[in-house]
């Protein structure tokens, strides 16, 4: 871009700002409910279904409660829903079956969403941490974290998501060669039709504390993910992840944490012009409703702006805890 900027008083930038019917004219990108992507806490676990301390307003959800989360979201809009499941520590092993069984509490809201609420896009999370009791989203043999034996198992997991209903799989283990495996295996399945949404770039991110506590993983984990998960440093890295899930197959991309990473979302959009996606997560989340409970920061206000900061840095949409509050309050224009 090469701005044509005629020298002062011809120019005069804050005409343009004068008055809110001006500033709509020039308003250069739009926050819409159809951006959103709320996800989701989902137990079996007797007495689980609680406030997640960390999440101020964020609760786990029991089977019916996630059913009517997506009556909620069908109402207000937010096309989509992703599921996140707290696990019994009790199921989790070293092995990990847990994860693909169609009786699972993720696969049991898949099809009981889409059996009551057709109309919401399902997107699941494809990892093995929820079901492992090393707590890593790999397979472990002697601490190292198995790339090809774990993909064998996530293959098993999105074929059993798929088969449940799941419009969306999205991996965010960050093994190699996943999303090539689970494409062709989709379409051996029968399944062309599923998305897969990849976490690309994704950081080994010291915000997904709040998360981890939400999933019941905090305690399980072993050390950390940074042989798998980026290094946070890099950027050129990401380029040549979003490349290579692309040319295996995956139909977008997502960039995850969000906001400290904005430049990265850029570039995606920029290098690649595919749908692009960042995870507000919850470290982020927990961040801003900790300064709004101290009174520090406007909720609504703070909310709206780190939300169309997605939109301004490239991206399509956004993942986001805030999702239905944002959705609530979008609908009051
Ligand atoms: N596969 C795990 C997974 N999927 C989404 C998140 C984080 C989401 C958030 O922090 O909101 C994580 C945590 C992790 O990688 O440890």
Redesign the pocket.
């Known amino acids: 871009m090469n701005p044509i900027l005629p020298p002062f008083p011809h120019t005069r930038l804050r005409r343009m700002r004068r008055t809110q019917a001006l500033r709509d004219l020039a308003q250069e990108n739009r926050l819409s409910v159809k951006d959103l992507i709320w ?1 989701i806490f989902i137990t079996d676990v007797p007495g689980a279904d609680v406030e997640v301390s960390s999440m101020p307003g964020v609760f786990r959800m029991t089977l019916d409660g996630a059913v009517r989360a997506a009556e909620e979201a069908a109402k207000l809009g937010i096309p989509a829903l992703c599921l ?1 499941p707290y696990t019994d520590p009790a199921v989790k092993t070293e092995t990990c079956e847990m994860a693909w069984n169609p009786e699972n509490i993720s696969n049991r809201v898949i099809r009981a969403i889409k059996a009551e609420v057709p109309e919401i896009a399902i997107m699941t ?1 494809i ?1 093995l ?1 929820p079901y492992n009791a090393n707590g890593h ?1 790999g397979l472990v043999r002697d601490g190292v974290i198995l790339n090809d034996e774990t993909v064998e198992c996530l293959v098993k997991m999105a074929i059993a998501q798929a088969e449940a209903g799941a419009d969306i799989l999205g991996p ?2 960050m093994m190699d060669g996943r999303i090539g495996a689970m494409r062709a295996a989709l379409e051996a399945a029968g399944h062309s039709d599923v998305t897969i949404l990849s ?1 690309a770039a ?1 950081y080994a ?1 010291a ?6 506590d ?2 019941g ?1 905090t305690g399980a ?1 072993k050390g950390d ?1 940074k042989t798998y ?1 980026m290094n946070p440093a890099n950027s050129d890295e990401a380029i040549r992840l979003v490349a290579r899930d692309l040319a295996e197959g995956a139909d977008m991309v997502m960039v ?2 969000g906001m400290p990473y904005l430049d990265i979302c850029r570039r995606v959009k920029d290098a690649f012009g595919v749908p692009t996606y960042a ?1 507000q ?3 982020e ?1 927990a961040m801003l409703m900790a300064a709004v409970k101290n009174g520090w920061l406007d909720h609504d206000k703070v909310m709206l702006e780190s939300l169309m900061s997605f939109r301004r840095a490239g991206c399509d949409g956004v993942l986001s ?1 805030f999702a239905p509050a944002a959705a609530r309050l979008l609908a009051q224009g």
């Open positions: 996800p996140f999370d990892a941490d989203d965010s283990d976490y994704k991110s915000f997904y504390g709040p998360f981890r939400a999933v993983a984990l993910k998960q995850k944490p995870y997560v919850s470290g989340y805890y």
